[in-house]
């Protein structure tokens, strides 16, 4: 475990090692890893491109015959890292990246749909498609892991819960406590599949219209989704400032003593999230991949 966190902090640098060519079985393993994983087409968060790492680490260290162990780590496609060095001379002064670096952003989500929560209907639900953007607007409840146990513990005892669900749409999100004039802190979705074993009892018994999380949802939840003509939203993924400013008012409504783990009621404007699990339970993260996989053509796909 020791040298795969080493690894993490290694340069990216599998471009130079392609251009000049493997000098041993590990910087071939590299190569091959590289090409076999982004030939799947996966791509950013899931949702299908040409690109899904990159860049692959192989480490390895003298051992028993008889004991191989293999260690993997993946790093988070943002690579948070800065190397510097403290030298006693005085502070270290990094000077910011420049957005000239980035490509020119050409998604213009103010194009999308605008949707009010406080009046949708499922029959509105069932005529979004997969991949199509929305605008999020009014009343939106919040909950995570913490909240969604204590909800089904109180369902399975027969107990009301401290908000009506029925027709809502639940944001999985712990934000962060305001800071000065801020309405709300940082407020980006968790990992949606950590809610994917409460979601069939949660929209079965409280009749939950719709979910915003990031990240995919696994079988069990799409078909819960399908069942129930229910909904997933996904919200923009490390971008929990930006998220936050979308959100114009705040307050608790249940189960206050779990900190930022409550049940909040925001309201937000114009929110930007993208239908990820359709009301007919077509999943983005399975068709996108699946056509970018085709379009690479290096691994045979077999279409539904």
Request: hydrophobic content about 40%; some cysteine.
């Amino acid at each position: 475990m020791l040298m795969a966190k080493e690894a993490l902090m290694e340069e990216i640098d599998i471009q130079e090692l392609i251009a000049r060519g493997p000098a041993n079985r590990a910087e071939e393993l590299r190569i091959e890893l590289f090409e076999k994983v982004n030939a799947l087409g996966i791509g950013a968060q899931g949702l299908g491109g040409l690109t899904t790492v990159l860049d692959v680490k192989v480490k390895d260290f003298p051992t028993h015959a008889a004991n191989l162990p293999v260690a993997l780590i993946p790093n988070c496609a943002a690579t948070r890292h800065a190397h510097f060095v403290l030298d006693g001379s005085g502070p270290v002064m990094l000077d910011p990246p420049s957005l000239e670096d980035w490509p020119k952003l050409t998604y213009d989500a103010s194009k999308g749909r605008r949707v009010n929560l406080d009046t949708v209907t499922r029959e509105e639900v069932a005529s979004w498609k997969p991949g199509e953007t929305l605008l999020l607007n009014g009343k939106l409840l919040t909950g995570r892991d913490a909240a969604h146990k204590r909800m089904v513990e109180m369902l399975n005892r027969g107990e009301p819960l401290p908000v009506d669900f029925n027709g809502r749409f639940i944001y999985y999100v712990g934000p962060v406590d305001p800071v000065r004039e801020e309405v709300v802190g940082p407020a980006g979705p968790t990992t949606a599949t950590r809610m994917d074993k409460f979601t069939e009892q949660v929209l079965a018994q409280t009749g939950l219209l719709g979910m915003v999380g990031k990240a995919e949802r696994g079988p069990a939840a799409i078909e819960a989704i399908r069942k129930h003509r229910s909904v997933y939203l996904m919200a923009v993924g490390g971008a929990a400032y930006l998220v936050s400013k979308a959100i114009k008012a705040s307050r608790v409504v249940g189960f206050a003593d779990l900190g930022m783990e409550a049940i909040y009621e925001f309201t937000v404007e114009d929110m930007p999230v993208t239908v990820a699990v359709d009301s007919g339970g077509s999943s983005v993260h399975q068709t996108g991949p699946r056509e970018w996989q085709a379009r690479i053509g290096k691994i045979p796909v077999f279409m539904q």
